[in-house]
């Protein structure tokens, strides 16, 4: 038995479409927002390590433009020793110099700066006055102070006087920007003991080895450092990334820079790039995944919301017609296919006699019958 109903108003806290896509929707914003924070951390991490890996290379570069500074202080100590040291230098050095020995004969003049690129050579008395100089393989009469700018005698001398030191000393100044490792020893017979000593205040040696920028370069790049210098204001950048290190070289520092090797440049990129890739190849599918999953997610809500609809809409139906059916003088029944009671109305008990559980799921047949044709047929039968 079918029936039909209308009803004129169904709204309600009941018809609330369920949020589906709005759950849906949320976690896949969480999904997004935890990939995007995976990625992000994976980032920063890469970029740490690069950082790390610049900082280490850095600071491999400086321990050897260190290490090579040093040998060059070390070769020059050494060079001066040899030469305040030796017997033949004392004669013609102390306490008078001898220029044609020492110049044109070339025992202490021009070689240096040729072999050994030594600027300055000076050769002062025991009150600290110039009576030798050779400056850039040239003879000439500045002293030491007026050509260095600066007088590290009195600093050299006071190392030199220490107890149980040796004669010989180091140290380093600035010369026109440029540090000027300065070495001083006092000349003295060495093991030739056939030289006489001349009494009096012992006479002073001083080589100066200027790190200019083409010193520095070339002393750099024997180490495998690029482009090294000292560090300026007003110098012109580097091109690229610079490592920056403050060294100390016999107690000043020094703060030199050079072109870093940039390691990590590589590893970025290369891994960035990987992690970029990636990255797209997460969110565009996980985008239209996402997208297809909250399409079907409203439309279960949208079908969720009639089936409510649909449903109150019945029982509003049903509830109307039992109302009317209660009301009627006569009783009224509902059957099922094989017309089987299947609801009986009120009125059923005091009108048949007979009560309404007693008949419930029993067939129509047995209720009625006809006279001219069967019950059963007529009921069916098309309107």
């Known amino acids: 038995m079918h029936k039909f109903f ?34 992000i951390i994976a980032i920063i991490a890469l970029l740490t390590i690069v950082r790390n890996i610049n900082q280490d290379s850095d600071k491999h570069s400086a321990m050897l433009l260190e290490k090579a500074i040093h040998n060059r202080v070390d070769t020059l100590t050494t060079h001066i020793k040899d030469y305040a040291w030796w017997g033949e230098a004392y004669q ?68 030199i006087n220490k107890p149980d030191a040796i004669p010989l000393s180091s140290t380093v100044v600035m010369r026109n920007g440029h540090p000027a490792l300065v070495a001083a020893a006092r000349i003295t017979t060495g093991d030739d003991a056939r030289i006489p000593v001349v009494p009096g205040p012992a006479s002073v040696l001083v080589f100066v080895d200027v790190l200019d920028d083409r010193k520095l370069i070339a002393l750099g790049e024997e180490y495998g450092i690029t482009q090294t210098r000292v560090q300026h204001k007003g110098a012109t950048k580097l091109a690229g990334r610079r490592g920056v290190a403050t060294l100390p070289i016999d107690g000043q520092q020094i703060t030199f820079e050079w072109k870093s090797e940039d390691p990590g440049r590589e590893l970025l990129r290369y891994i960035l790039p990987l992690l970029i890739l ?23 809500d949208e ?6 609809q649909n449903r109150l809409a019945l029982t509003a ?5 039992r109302d009317v059916a209660e009301a009627t003088t006569d009783w009224i029944w509902e059957t099922d296919a094989e017309l089987r009671f299947t609801w009986l ?28 044709q069967s019950l059963t047929e007529w009921i069916t039968q098309p309107g």
């Open 6 to 39: 209308v009803t004129d108003d169904i709204s309600g806290p009941d018809l609330e479409p369920k949020r589906t896509a709005a759950l849906i929707k949320r976690a896949l914003v969480l999904m997004f927002s935890l990939l995007s924070v995976l990625f």
């Open 92 to 159: 013609h050095l102390h306490p008078r110099v001898d220029t044609d020995w020492a110049y044109t004969r070339q025992n202490m003049g021009a070689t240096l700066w040729r072999d050994f690129e030594y600027e300055g050579l000076f050769v002062l008395d025991g009150n600290g006055q110039t009576r030798y100089s050779v400056v850039d393989g040239k003879l000439v009469k500045d002293s030491l102070q007026s050509w260095l700018g600066d007088d590290p005698l009195p600093e050299l001398i006071q190392k």
């Open 278 to 300: 990636l990255a797209l190849c997460t969110a565009i599918p996980g985008v239209m995944l996402g997208r297809n999953a909250l399409k079907k997610a409203r439309m279960y």
């Open 303 to 308: 079908n969720t919301f009639l089936l409510a």
């Open 317 to 321: 139906s049903e509830r109307r017609f």
């Open 345 to 372: 109305s009120e009125r059923f008990p005091g009108i048949t006699g007979h009560s309404i559980s007693a008949w419930i799921g029993r067939p129509l047949s047995e209720f009625m019958a006809a006279d001219n």
